[in-house]
Structure formats: structure tokens, C-alpha cells
């Protein structure tokens, strides 16, 4: 009797341990399963554009250029009058179909434009009814994402923009009773134990609330357990989510494809990728093949095995059908369509992963990288494809070129360029090596090099600040030049050619490069303040305040150049350069801006004189070869850089609206025969031709005098004097002296006529 | 007067007529900034203006600075921008700005005043008050 109430004693509290272990093991499930799912209908990528092409009436462009971009951003040929996301093309004209889309100041609606063109410019730019439209933006290409650690990707999409006949062709191929099961169902479960029995394995029979928690917890075992839990965390989905919502989430969930090192989930990023445009405009025949992918997206992969695609698709079309869902007419005609697969699936990886860099550092100053990986933000940047596709183009050619010729050494010749917009420090393209879409050594941000005579702009920039020691014509001694310092053995530039040239105009030094008259001059002025100058202009890093310094022996990387450069570029403004100009939240809302920002760090007069001695240096000094690439009109500030043992080759140098940087060199360092002006000029100039550049052509400002000078001398001239030259000076600064061409009577009449001048002017204002 | 005005004129065509070949040292003069705006700058004006005046500030600055794409040489535009910022209260870009458009404002006497007197009133802001009377000095001058 006691024997047996233990027994049962024994057995209930058996059993009772039973139900509670298995309550607290769904109940350990239910809490994994509704982590996931709320976690999972969150995770984005951020996703980075390009800058959005504004269109308008005088802009230059190529109608070819135009078309390129549309094609890039997976705008399709079509005929007149068709569908959003394509163009036609006329022969000096262009429709564009425009798609919808979320700018940072609001959405923009679908519309129909009209461009035309005039020899490489922009003419007009019309409505669909003929009226003049100021402005057009174009749709911004997409740039790459920050994808979260195991590479997935997704285009978050709402039900409510899935077509209806999206999701019968997925209910009526996998699922034909979601609506009314529980997550699991009955018939497909005995299919499934009925292969367990003859042994081949559990295949089979998952509900789509099934998939989705497979999809969760990514080991592709098949054991009954884990079949079981399935089983379980399914009805546990049912029980906490609506139909809807777990349909919603399998569309974003479920695994499409794959492309490149990034894995393509969802509709929304299979739309895209396979096809181009939005999943809102899919039609039957396209959806049913990425209805089909979901069983095997490799199997039935539309690139690499087109027929198993389509009979895969076909046979999606034709349960649609037999479902109901689809009309004999419409399963007909989807079935004569083509899988009309986007040729190029450009979405992928970033083709530009070199700028994608820059802009992910710029973006960790200010977000979590988690936040960056998963929110789903929207980063609109500065890049411009087109300039960042010359810039590609045009290193990977000149490096070939160079290789081959082994002009200056071995093949393996590595270069990168930094190129921003003069005026508003935007960076338009940055290439960190010949290989463009290789993601490595980012030789833009992180080879630092010295930067030789690319630093001597400093160094004059120091001299001409002080207009009452310094001018444009004030001789600097070229001669031998010794520099002792305590603690350190004596330092004896040389120059380029080996020889002194005596006192040079300070013009002529900085435009012919020489070491020592930049050497001397650095000293006399103190290297402590050159290197004021050189934070002045932007740079972060504290160069070693050695004379050494001044001939550039510090090491910077191209992107630092650039914002030394660009300070002088833009007139003495230290504007920092910029990637990215706004960040929205996935839904549009914009979270920053990032605004031009600049802050006045010289003298617009100072600038104005070593911006136009650095034309000197295109005019008549070392970078006279970019005569080769571009007319004398366009006015080019530059300066050549070359090192020590000719390790490295840098040109520096801005137009009317692009700033560049061109560094060549190899990556070991090693001594070589290159120079600024053999090897990164060429870069350079080829570049900006491609590019059509403005003309450079300063603005003078008040405090600025021209003066007539005699060249020989130094001294003033005036039109008695053959070659005489037009210079710049600092109000007051310019020589008194005169030149001994100047005749008395050539003088008398100089200031005869300025002073009627003047006078004039009183007598009839200004 | 007749008569010294005649020598003048004399004197100064004497000079000119054997003038020697003088070599243009530098670029060429810079042309005069456009005044007047193209359609699509003026729009983007417009709508920066109308922003301005419903307090979407942010929203008029993006504006400008797209007109700034466009037309980077217009002083007015970098000005229109100075008084955004002054309205948004960063007094030092404001500046920052306004001597921007100075820069590119040679020959125009009133937007150049216009920008002293902005610079003044954001050193006013930021409590320099002898800064600000300097600008408002280099504002009088510009007549």
C-alpha cells in the first residue's frame, strides 16, 4: 500500500518534473522565437548613394554620360511613353521615365522629363506637356550598404507593396493552406514521416511559419528534434503574430541568391538585383521566378543556369494557375515572357570601395556601428560616378602603360587620387589603387609618403603673408646653402638638376621647384612657422620640426594633401572635405545634415599671390607638360612633388571647379625614377581633360595691385620696357625702383595718365 | 580746363600709340560674376527664400547649397547662405560665409557692404563688440 502511493507519489512528481521541463523549454523557445522575429524585421543595412545628377539648362554633360548613369542605377531602353525606371533616347534628346524616390527634403513622385542637348550641354529640360522645368534630379545610384557581420542584405518591403500576385504564386507553390493552418500542417508532416520510414531522409512539407523559423537558426540538420522544435517555435509564431506580419517578415527574410560576397534576402533586394526596379512594378512572370528561387537559388540561378530557371518558373506560373489565382490569359502570356534578368547585376558589392571607406569612416564618427548595420539609414553622398569612373579609368591606364614602358622601374607601379570640388571641399571621387574594386589597401586614406616639393607651398605661403619682406619678385639666393643645427649633422640640399642658380625671383623658385632657395627661405622665415602654416592649412598631424621638413620629408596621404590643397583652392578657406551630405532613417526622415563648413585661415590677398604663382609652376615651371593635356586658357595651379631617390610622384593642383591629388609610387617604397612631373602629371592632366575643366581664374580681391615689372630686374617698368610682365602685389608692396628701361618721359607719362584717370573717375563716380 | 584736359588726352594717346608687346603674366581677368541667375539657381532662390520664411531653415540652406553646386562664383548665393546661418544662430559660419561671398563679390560695392554689416551683427551675437564695429567700418567704406 505505501509501496504504491510511493510509486505514484514517484510518477506524479515525475510527471510534473516532465511538464514543467517541457513548459520551460517553450517557454525558452517562445522567447528565442519572438527575439528573432522582432529582431530579424529590423536588421537593414545602411545604403549609400551617389550624388543625385541635377539636370538643367547649361549644364555640361554628354547625353552619353547621361544615359550611363541612368543605365547604372538600373534604368532600362524602352520605347516612348513607357514605364517608370526606363528612357528612350533620341538622337539629341532624351525621355527619362522617372521613378519615385525618397530624397532627404522629402519624396520625390514619378514623373516624365524631357532633356535636350546641344554639343556636350544641356539645352532644356521639359514636362511631359512641353513645359520648361528649371531643375530635374535624377534618381541617385546606389553606392554599396553597410552590411551587418554575415553579409546579408535586404530591402525592407511592407505587404502592402508586394503584388498580390507575388504572394499567391508563392501561397499557391509553397503553402497552399497559410491562411487557414496553425503553423504547421498535417498533410505535409505525414509526407515528411512517411520519408522518415523509407528512409530518405526528412524533407518536405515545411509551412512558410516553418521556413521562416528555419531561416532563423541557420544549421541545415535534419533530425526529428530539431524538426520537433521546429514545430513547436512555429505554432508559438502563430500564436503571437498575425498572418500578415509573418508573410511580411518571409518576404524580407527569405534567401534569393547570391552575389558576390553579399547574400541577397528578400524581395525587395531580389527585385533589384534580378530585375532592377522596385518590387511595387514586378510583374507575374517576374515574380514567379523569384517565387521559384526560394527552393534553390543556385539550382535554379537565372545567370548561370537560364533553362532550369525557367522551367522552375513555369511551373510556378502553372500552380498560380490551377490555384485559381491567375487567369488562362495571364498564365499564358507570363509564360511566353522572357526571364528578362537585368544583364548586369550592378547592385552588388560596391564598385567603389574605396570611396565606400571614407564615407564609413566619416559615418563612425557619429554612429554605432551597429546602428550602421542594422537601422537601415540612408547615407546620401558626394561621390560623382562620373568622375570617379574617369579617375578609375585613367590611373589603371597609366599604370598599365607605365608598367609596360618600365619607364620608372618594375612592373607594379600603385597609384591613388583624391579629387573634391574646388569650391565646396565635396569629395567627387577617390581611388585607393589600379585596382578599383579591390577592397584593400586603401592607398588614398592610408599610404602615408612624404610628400616632397608638395609641401613648398607652405614655405611661400609663410613669405608672402609679410608683403612688406616678401613679394612675387623678391630675389631668393639659390647659392650653396649649409644648415647646422645642434645634434644633428649638417644638412645640404640639392637640387633637382644638381646646379645653384643664383638669386631667383621668389616666383621663379616655387616655380621651378629649387631646393635650396626654398630651404634658405624656410629657415630664415623659422620652421616652427612654416609648420604654423602647414596646420593652418589643415593638416592634423604634427610634422617633425626639422629643417628637413621643409623639402617634405613628412609623410602625409593623398586625402591630407588634399585638404592642404584645398584650403589654397578655395581661397584660403579651410573647408574640410566632405563625403557625405545627408543621413535619413530607412523611412526618409532626415536624421543630419552635413553642410558646407568652412572658416577663413589667410589673407585673400596672400592666397591670391601663391595661388597665381602655383599657375607660374603650369605656365613656365615643372608642370609646363600639362600643356600636352590641357590649353594655357584653363589657367592650372599646380605643383610637382618628387622624393628622395625618386620613391614617390605627386602632382597637386586645381582648376576653376576640381581640386586633384595624384600620388604614384610602390607600395615597398623602394628607390625608383619617377618624378612629379613624369608620372603623376600625365595622371593628372589626363584626368582633368577627361573631365573638361573650368578655367581657373581667381578672384582678385581689393587689397591687390597690378604692377608692371621688368623681368631682369625685379624693378619696375613700364611700356618702354620689351617684356615687361603684368604681376600681383599687396597693395604697397610692389618696388619703387625703377627699371633702367623706364625712359623719364615713359615714367612722366604713367603718371599722367593715372592721374587723369583718377580724376576722371572723381569727375564721374565709380 | 579745355586746354589741360586737351593735353591730357594728347599725352595719353602719345603713350598708347607705340605701345610694345606686354606679356599677360597672369590669367585672365576674372569675368564680372554673373548677375543674373539661371533658371535653375533662381528656383532653388526661390524655394530657399520661401524656406526661409516658413522657418525650414535647414531645408532653405540645402537649397543654397545645391545653388552653390551650380553657381559656386555667385556671391549672392554664399551670401543668401550667411543669412541662414545668422537666422540659425552659428555665428561662425555666418561670418565664415559672408567673407566667402566677399570674396567673389569684386565690383559689387552694395552685396559687399550688405556682408560687412552681416559679419557685424554675428561678431554682435558672439559678444565682440569691437569686431563688430570694425565690420560695420569696412561696411561704410564699400561706397
Known amino acids: 500500500m505505501a509501496r504504491r502511493a510511493k510509486f505514484w507519489g514517484h510518477l506524479r512528481l515525475g510527471l510534473l518534473a516532465l511538464v514543467l521541463l517541457a513548459a520551460g523549454f517553450t517557454l525558452y523557445l517562445d522567447f528565442r522565437v519572438r527575439s528573432e522575429f522582432e529582431g530579424r524585421r529590423f536588421a537593414l543595412p545602411a545604403r549609400i548613394f551617389a550624388r543625385p545628377l541635377e539636370l538643367h539648362a547649361g549644364l555640361r554633360i554628354a547625353l552619353a554620360d547621361v544615359i550611363d548613369e541612368l543605365q547604372r542605377t538600373g534604368y532600362r531602353e524602352q520605347a516612348r511613353d513607357g514605364e517608370p525606371g526606363g528612357f528612350a533616347r533620341g538622337a539629341d534628346e532624351i525621355e527619362i521615365a522617372q521613378r519615385p524616390f525618397v530624397f532627404w527634403d522629402g519624396p520625390q513622385p514619378a514623373k516624365r522629363i524631357r532633356v535636350a542637348f546641344d554639343g556636350g550641354r544641356v539645352a532644356a529640360v521639359r514636362d511631359a506637356q512641353g513645359g520648361e522645368l528649371p531643375l530635374a534630379r535624377l534618381e541617385p545610384l546606389p553606392i554599396g550598404g553597410i552590411y551587418p557581420g554575415n553579409n546579408q542584405d535586404r530591402v525592407l518591403v511592407r505587404l502592402a507593396e508586394v503584388p498580390k500576385h507575388l504572394v499567391h504564386a508563392l501561397i499557391a507553390t509553397e503553402d497552399r493552406s497559410f491562411y487557414s493552418h496553425h503553423g504547421f500542417d498535417l498533410r505535409g508532416i505525414a509526407r515528411a514521416a512517411g520519408s522518415l520510414v523509407t528512409g530518405s531522409g526528412l524533407q518536405g512539407g515545411s509551412t512558410l511559419t516553418q521556413q521562416l523559423v528555419k531561416n532563423f537558426f541557420l544549421t541545415p540538420e535534419r533530425t526529428l528534434r530539431r524538426k520537433l522544435t521546429e514545430l513547436v517555435m512555429a505554432m508559438l509564431l502563430e500564436l503571437h503574430y498575425g498572418k500578415d506580419e509573418i508573410l511580411e517578415t518571409y518576404l524580407n527574410e527569405i534567401y534569393l541568391g547570391q552575389d558576390r560576397d553579399r547574400a541577397v534576402h528578400g524581395v525587395g533586394l531580389a527585385a533589384l538585383h534580378y530585375f532592377g526596379k522596385p518590387v511595387q512594378h514586378l510583374t507575374l512572370a517576374e515574380s514567379a521566378l523569384l517565387v521559384g528561387l526560394a527552393k534553390g537559388p543556385a539550382v535554379y540561378d537565372p545567370y548561370r543556369h537560364a533553362q532550369r530557371a525557367l522551367e522552375r518558373r513555369n511551373l510556378v506560373l502553372r500552380e498560380t494557375k490551377d490555384r485559381g489565382y491567375a487567369t488562362l490569359e495571364q498564365y499564358a502570356a507570363a509564360r511566353a515572357a522572357v526571364l528578362g534578368v537585368n544583364p548586369k547585376a550592378s547592385m552588388g558589392t560596391s564598385p567603389h570601395p574605396a570611396f565606400l571607406e571614407l564615407v564609413h569612416r566619416q559615418l563612425r564618427r557619429e554612429y554605432d556601428e551597429a546602428d550602421l548595420r542594422s537601422e537601415g539609414l540612408r547615407i546620401f553622398t558626394t561621390l560623382d560616378p562620373r568622375v570617379q569612373s574617369t579617375a578609375e579609368r585613367v590611373l589603371a591606364k597609366k599604370l598599365a602603360q607605365f608598367d609596360k614602358e618600365k619607364r620608372f622601374g618594375a612592373a607594379g607601379l600603385e597609384g591613388a587620387i583624391v579629387i573634391t570640388d574646388s569650391q565646396t571641399g565635396e569629395v567627387q571621387a577617390l581611388v585607393g589603387g589600379r585596382d578599383p574594386g579591390f577592397r584593400g589597401f586603401n592607398r588614398a586614406l592610408d599610404a602615408t609618403r612624404p610628400v616632397g616639393s608638395l609641401l613648398k607651398p607652405a614655405i611661400y605661403l609663410t613669405a608672402l603673408a609679410d608683403p612688406s619682406r616678401y613679394t612675387l619678385v623678391t630675389p631668393i639666393d639659390d647659392g650653396p646653402f649649409v644648415w647646422k643645427s645642434l645634434g644633428a649633422p649638417d644638412w645640404e640640399p640639392a637640387n633637382y638638376d644638381q646646379k645653384f642658380h643664383g638669386a631667383v625671383p621668389l616666383r621663379t623658385a616655387l616655380a621651378q621647384s629649387y631646393n635650396v632657395a626654398a630651404a634658405r627661405l624656410g629657415t630664415d622665415l623659422g620652421i616652427e612657422r612654416v609648420l604654423a602654416t602647414v596646420k593652418r592649412l589643415g593638416i592634423e598631424r604634427e610634422p617633425p620640426p626639422y629643417a628637413a621638413t621643409l623639402l617634405g620629408a613628412v609623410e602625409l596621404s593623398p586625402f591630407e594633401v588634399a585638404q592642404m590643397y584645398q584650403t589654397i583652392a578655395s581661397g584660403g578657406f579651410r573647408t574640410p572635405p566632405r563625403a557625405i551630405r545627408e543621413v535619413t532613417t530607412q523611412d526618409g526622415r532626415p536624421l543630419r545634415r552635413y553642410a558646407i563648413a568652412m572658416e577663413q585661415a589667410f589673407a585673400p590677398e596672400t592666397m591670391y599671390l601663391l595661388a597665381f604663382a602655383m599657375q607660374g609652376v603650369v605656365r613656365e615651371g615643372t608642370a609646363q607638360g600639362l600643356n600636352a593635356w590641357l590649353p594655357p586658357e584653363s589657367a592650372v595651379a599646380g605643383k610637382t612633388g618628387t622624393t628622395d631617390e625618386q620613391r614617390d610622384a605627386w602632382f597637386g593642383g586645381f582648376t576653376g571647379d576640381r581640386l586633384a591629388i595624384v600620388w604614384i609610387g610602390y607600395d615597398d617604397n623602394r628607390a625608383a625614377r619617377l618624378s612629379g612631373a613624369a608620372a603623376a602629371l600625365p595622371v593628372w592632366g589626363e584626368l582633368m581633360a577627361s573631365l573638361q575643366p573650368e578655367p581657373l581664374a581667381l578672384s582678385r580681391p581689393d587689397g591687390i595691385e597690378e604692377v608692371l615689372i621688368d623681368p631682369q630686374s625685379g624693378l619696375r617698368a613700364d611700356g618702354g620696357c620689351p617684356g615687361a610682365l603684368e604681376l600681383p602685389f599687396a597693395r604697397g608692396s610692389a618696388p619703387v625702383e625703377r627699371a633702367q628701361c623706364t625712359s623719364a618721359l615713359g615714367i612722366a607719362v604713367e603718371e599722367v595718365k593715372q592721374r587723369a584717370k583718377s580724376w576722371l573717375e572723381r569727375l564721374f563716380g565709380n | ?143
Open chain 2, 1 to 143: 580746363m579745355k586746354h589741360a584736359l586737351a593735353l591730357l588726352a594728347l599725352l595719353a594717346g602719345c603713350a598708347t600709340a607705340p605701345q610694345p608687346a606686354i606679356e599677360p603674366a597672369g590669367a585672365p581677368a576674372p569675368a564680372p560674376a554673373a548677375r543674373v541667375e539661371s533658371i535653375a539657381v533662381a528656383s532653388l532662390l526661390d524655394s530657399a527664400r520661401s524656406d526661409t520664411e516658413a522657418g525650414q531653415l535647414a531645408s532653405a540652406a540645402a537649397s543654397l547649397e545645391r545653388a552653390i553646386r551650380i553657381e559656386p562664383r555667385n556671391p549672392r548665393l554664399w551670401h543668401e547662405l550667411a543669412r541662414v546661418r545668422l537666422k540659425q544662430g552659428d555665428y561662425a559660419q555666418a561670418e565664415s560665409v559672408a567673407a566667402r561671398s566677399n570674396s567673389w563679390a569684386a565690383g559689387d560695392n552694395a552685396l559687399r557692404a550688405e556682408n560687412w554689416r552681416l559679419i557685424a551683427r554675428a561678431r554682435e551675437a558672439r559678444g565682440d563688440a569691437a569686431g563688430a564695429r570694425a565690420a560695420l567700418d569696412a561696411a561704410e567704406r564699400q561706397r
